[in-house]
């Protein structure tokens, strides 16, 4: 059996598995493709090239471009495939969840309400904006690619995303609901003390 890794390599291999690329490449294929579900900067990617070049597992050549520096493509070996059969074979490691805006809403009785629906707002907003790159990535992106035999995948991991999100921006609007009750009923309780405090002169 594979031994485990933190599957950064593995997604270099994968991705050079369907083409030739150089490290920029890579990095913004990672971005178009699996980067709602997996993320590689650029100071992880050049890095595992390397050692994927000392271990046989891709090779390298220079590309000459007219008017622009050289590029550096990386390829997958035979050795190459191997490793990212073997990983894909092995069962996804259980993810550990940490979620920062869960974690203040669990403490939420410490903080005031205004303070959680700013947080919430701004989550919806952010992967409002995720899920519609998402959807456009199903309609166009792979649609165009259709003719990958990868295609039917990618599009099996976007739709998880797009229902992902949308099952979170549910719970948002649900949460935010619930939130302005919590500042409402609070409002409302500072007011009955200032008038009692008034009437009480």
Known sequence: MAKRSSSSM?????????????????????????????????????????KLAAGGFVTSKTEKQKGKPDRRIY???????????????IP????????????????????????LIGF?????ESEGAVLRELTRLGHEEI????????APY???????????????????????GELRKIARKQRSEVEVRKEKKHASR
Request: overall charge neutral; hydrophobic content about 40%; cysteine-free.
């Open 10 to 50: 593995e997604v270099l291999l994968g991705l050079l598995a369907i083409e030739s690329m150089s490290g920029y490449d890579l990095g913004v294929s990672i971005r178009a493709s699996v980067g709602h579900i997996w993320n590689e900067s650029y100071g992880q990617i050049y890095p595992n090239l390397k």
């Open 75 to 89: 390829s997958i070996t035979k050795k190459g495939n191997e490793r990212l059969k073997q990983w894909l074979a």
């Open 92 to 115: 996804p490691q259980p993810e550990i969840a940490r979620n920062e805006l869960l974690l203040k809403l669990f403490f939420g009785a410490q903080s005031s309400p205004e303070i």
């Open 120 to 124: 919430v707002e701004r989550m919806m």
């Open 143 to 150: 649609a165009q690619n259709a003719h990958y035999p990868g």
């Open 154 to 176: 990618w599009k099996m991991a976007a739709h998880f995303g797009q229902m992902e999100l949308q099952a979170h921006l549910r719970w948002a609007e649900e949460t935010l």
